[in-house]
């Protein structure tokens, strides 16, 4: 009231201010926007899991919108690759070879591949797998890759 009573000094501040915070709402959504590629991000990396180290720093609206990114992700590759769907998390990196070798970090039960067969994955054992089975287990921090 005083500023449109004629007091141009105070009519400065008031854009000054509002200058401010619109500077500090671009900050904010632009930290947002980050923190959700990042979360984006996790998706791919870790798979449809998370470790409970990551999401105990999320906010329950970030661990929401990334179920509402898992779910639009799963529905977009069921209806991409035919009757089984296609899963795009696989091969990230383009294999060199289509069996590597892995060693076992956690006691994880059995594991079936695609010809039947079971393995038993045990702590510290070793075996020969096909990557596109062993993938995900090896970003869950269940199996590690050695190279020869």
């Given at each position: 009231?005083?500023?449109?009573?004629?007091?141009?000094?105070?009519?400065?501040?008031?854009?000054?201010?509002?200058?401010?915070?619109?500077?500090n709402q671009r900050c904010i959504l632009a930290y947002l926007y980050d923190r959700l590629l990042r979360i984006r991000a996790?998706?791919?990396?870790?798979?449809?899991?998370?470790?409970?180290?990551?999401?105990?720093?999320?906010?329950?609206?970030?661990?929401?919108?990334?179920?509402?990114?898992?779910?639009?992700?799963?529905?977009?590759?069921?209806?991409?690759?035919?009757?089984?769907?296609?899963?795009?998390?696989?091969?990230?990196?383009?294999?060199?070879?289509?069996?590597?070798?892995?060693?076992?970090?956690?006691?994880?039960?059995?594991?079936?591949?695609?010809?039947?067969?079971?393995?038993?994955?045990?702590?510290?054992?070793?075996?020969?797998?096909?990557?596109?089975?062993?993938?995900?287990?090896?970003?869950?921090?269940?199996?590690?890759?050695?190279?020869?």
């Open positions: 009231s005083e500023a449109k009573a004629g007091r141009t000094d105070l009519i400065l501040l008031i854009r000054f201010r509002h200058c401010c915070l619109l500077r996790l998706r791919w990396e870790y798979g449809s899991v998370l470790p409970n180290t990551v999401q105990f720093h999320m906010s329950a609206e970030e661990v929401e919108w990334f179920n509402r990114y898992k779910k639009s992700l799963a529905t977009y590759m069921r209806s991409v690759g035919g009757e089984e769907g296609l899963d795009l998390t696989q091969d990230i990196k383009p294999p060199k070879s289509l069996y590597i070798e892995v060693r076992c970090l956690k006691d994880y039960g059995e594991f079936e591949i695609d010809d039947g067969t079971t393995v038993l994955l045990k702590k510290n054992s070793q075996h020969f797998l096909p990557r596109w089975k062993c993938e995900q287990l090896i970003r869950q921090g269940v199996l590690e890759h050695i190279l020869s």
